[in-house]
């Protein structure tokens, strides 16, 4: 009997340590063995929008007012433009990427005429420098390059090499509502890497309408349970993931639009795939956590 006891004993403590064994060796990248394509969010997620467009707002009113025509300008408009400051200007910012934020919400696939991302920064810049009291600073030419800085956004310090070593073992592919011009261009001064631009241009819907990531996973000839969606943005990869999209998130600077004392950034701790902490290398630490 006290033998049959401890073989008994001896047996429940293999199964035991069976079972921390293979949830020790569930290692990320045996949960994403069956993906094979990874699509990325661009706007905050590969590049750093907020420094570049805030620097480029900086530039261009630094330039008005060396320009000889700047004293040719209605007095109140000279005082308004003098009393920005850099803050002015990132405040500036936020409000510009806010609006795009409200556009693509009331955007209506099949209802709202299509308009791309880039008519969208040309007509929302207008709209903020009169909001501003700014309106008249900058001639109709000025004010479409101005509207271009959003295709030469500096990328996040780890997004080109850790998206190039992703790419050796995955298809790497933007899933952005940046029409395709726009990421086009965004991929060669980055140097990112993607190998497939797919933008929400394809699909005449944004991001997170569903045809966007069901239209992405079809264009890849992919299930979508063999694509996962990179992100800083939970929003985007709760979206995602009702589709069956594996996720994950990688943290950046004041990028996520949840609260930390949310239940649903809570409850995202609980069903994202995998999280790369701010502190971490953002892609590259995706890579290494995939085994590459």
């Known amino acids: 009997m006290t033998l049959v006891c401890t073989l008994l004993t001896s047996l429940e403590h293999f199964k035991r340590e069976s079972a921390d064994a293979d949830t ?15 699509t990325f969010d661009v706007f905050g997620t590969a590049v750093d929008w907020r420094t570049t467009v805030t620097e480029a707002l900086v530039h261009a009113a630094e330039h008005i007012q060396k320009a000889d025509e700047f004293s040719s300008l209605p007095e109140d408009l000279q005082t308004n ?14 409000d510009w990427r806010n609006s795009y934020g409200s556009f693509i919400i009331s955007f209506v696939p099949g209802e709202t005429p299509w308009k791309d991302i880039d008519a969208h920064h040309r007509d929302s810049l207008l709209e903020l420098l009169e909001k501003w009291h700014l309106s008249g600073i900058y001639s109709p030419d000025e004010v479409e390059r101005l509207s271009k800085i959003w295709h030469f956004l500096a990328p996040w310090p780890d997004s080109s090499e850790g998206l190039h070593t992703l790419g050796k ?14 990421l086009a261009d965004l991929n060669e001064f980055g140097n990112l890497g993607f190998q497939r631009l797919i933008s929400a241009e394809d699909f005449r819907a944004y991001k997170p309408n569903p045809a966007t990531y069901l239209g992405a996973c079809r264009g890849l000839g992919l299930e979508p349970r063999e694509v996962a969606m990179v992100a800083a943005h939970l929003g985007d990869l709760a979206a995602a993931r009702s589709h069956g999209l594996k ?10 639009d949840w609260d930390r004392d949310e239940q649903r950034y809570r409850e995202a701790k609980e069903w994202v795939d995998l999280w790369i902490s701010q502190e971490e290398a953002g892609f590259i630490e995706v890579a290494r956590r995939l085994g590459l």
């Open 169 to 182: 073992r995955f298809v790497v592919s933007t899933l952005s509502n940046g029409n395709q011009s726009l």
């Open 24 to 38: 020790v060796m569930s290692s990320p990248a045996d949960q994403f063995r069956h993906v094979k394509a990874l």
């Open 247 to 256: 996720t994950i998130y990688v943290e950046r600077s004041r990028e996520e």
């Open 81 to 94: 433009l003098k009393s920005m400051t850099r803050d002015s200007w990132g405040t500036f910012a936020q």
